[in-house]
């Protein structure tokens, strides 16, 4: 691994188009999309230097740290010493950052891109992706020798150095069981880096899953980590083992008409079993319909934290009322938005997990979730379209248009 980590280095970055799947970009050093998917997504590490050359980040270390005072963002504060790593998680009072000191320490404040829009055009750049892949953008902030430890991520994330200096060392010599005991942070207990690298301003690092690495600051720095998200298989399992148990029939029961006397009264016989399997793979065996409009539903699952609250649903009347003013409407901010096409007839759109069934044009769609804000041209052109329009006004009744 250390040679192919290290031949990266002289990697050029070439610039290229941002939309042509085979046009080379520079943030993926040079690779097209479709090269990138081919050769390194969830396969081995790509570092490119000047991946996002002179990028202003819209905070200053100041600012995260206001936000981290905030009770409606999440927030981490990591501390180092030469032995142990310890957690806190905000919200923190102001006077906390007055207490740190000038080394070995971190914050982590997640969905940056949720609470400052300005953030959103870094995901421009993982276009390629599917959108319910891509997670959010988590910002670390870090003091001289600030680090969270040696540890792995079990989703794909791209490093993106924005200011200052940061360390990171890479290895896939490692047991996922050897964690640090009593830990929070789901530490390594022993890594041992193959390759590593000083991300500048500008650099990103692309790390896939299971792939440990261990930065820490060289004096003040800040990244920002676009991160994926990936439903485990405990949550696939889970969540579709609910859609089939709400849509089976209580009368339908275990049945064995076949059955013969047996002579091991308390035992279980490889009968039953067969039973057992031949019911369960009835039951959870779904067509591209059902699993499309299963997936829709879990991948738009806002985090708790983005959760709506329980709202009152607007009357028709006023949600009709609503839309047709002259002016624009936006995704509540958080939301999560997909869409499937099942066939020619039917299609769904998908927010924060809620369905809407959908029989116009599909292209209506791909606009709709491709969009955070609608101007009031774009919403008075489908007035005279009964479907669209329907669609609208129950985005607009239920709160998810504002």
């Not at 097209?32 to 000047?50: E, Y």
């Not at 993982?126 to 989703?155: N, Q």
């Not at 060392?169 to 000083?198: G, T």
Request: with cysteine; hydrophobic share 40%.
């Amino acid at each position: 691994m250390q040679a192919r980590l290290h031949s990266l280095l002289g990697r050029a970055c070439k610039p290229g188009s941002l939309t042509a799947m085979n046009a080379p970009r520079r943030f993926l050093a040079g690779l097209s999309p479709n090269q990138f998917l081919a050769q390194h997504w969830q396969k081995k590490p790509l570092l490119c230097r000047g991946a996002v050359p002179n990028y202003t980040p819209p905070l200053s270390p100041d600012e995260l740290a206001g936000l981290a005072c905030e009770t409606e963002v999440e927030s981490r504060l990591v501390q180092r010493t030469a032995t142990r790593y310890s957690l806190e998680v905000g919200p923190f009072p102001e006077a906390r950052f007055h207490t740190l000191g000038k080394k070995n320490w971190t914050l982590l404040v997640q969905d940056l891109d949720q609470h400052v829009p300005a953030v959103l055009s870094l995901l421009d750049h993982l276009d390629f992706l599917p959108s319910w892949r891509v997670d959010d953008v988590m910002a670390s902030f870090a003091a001289d020798g600030g680090s969270v430890g040696p540890h792995y991520d079990e989703y794909d994330v791209f490093l993106l150095q924005v200011e200052g200096k940061r360390r990171w060392q890479v290895s896939e010599l490692f047991s996922r069981d050897d964690l640090v005991k009593n830990s929070q942070l789901k530490l390594l207990r022993n890594f041992s880096p193959q390759a590593e690298w000083v991300l500048e301003p500008g650099d990103m690092l692309y790390l896939p899953p299971h792939v440990a690495h261990f930065g820490v600051a060289e004096g003040p720095c800040v990244t920002y980590s676009l991160g994926c998200r990936a439903p485990s298989v405990s949550q696939l399992v889970e969540h579709f083992a609910q859609r089939a148990s709400s849509q089976s029939d209580e009368g339908q029961r275990y049945q064995d008409p076949d059955l013969t006397p047996t002579s091991g009264r308390f035992s279980l016989d490889a009968a039953a079993l067969a039973r057992t399997r031949s019911i369960l793979n009835q039951a959870l065996t779904f067509d591209d319909e059902t699993l499309g409009r299963g997936l829709g539903t879990l991948a738009t699952q806002p985090k708790a934290l983005f959760a709506r609250d329980a709202i009152r649903p607007l009357t028709s009347a006023r949600a009709e009322k609503r839309l047709a003013q002259k002016r624009g409407l936006q995704r509540r901010i958080g939301s999560r938005w997909n869409h499937f096409v099942a066939d020619k007839r039917r299609a769904y759109l998908f927010v924060d997990g809620t369905e809407f069934a959908f029989a116009g044009k599909r292209d209506f769609l791909q606009e709709l979730c491709s969009q955070a804000s609608l101007s009031a041209t774009w919403i008075q052109d489908r007035q005279n379209n009964k479907v669209e329009k329907q669609l609208l006004l129950d985005l607009v009744r239920f709160g998810y248009l504002e």
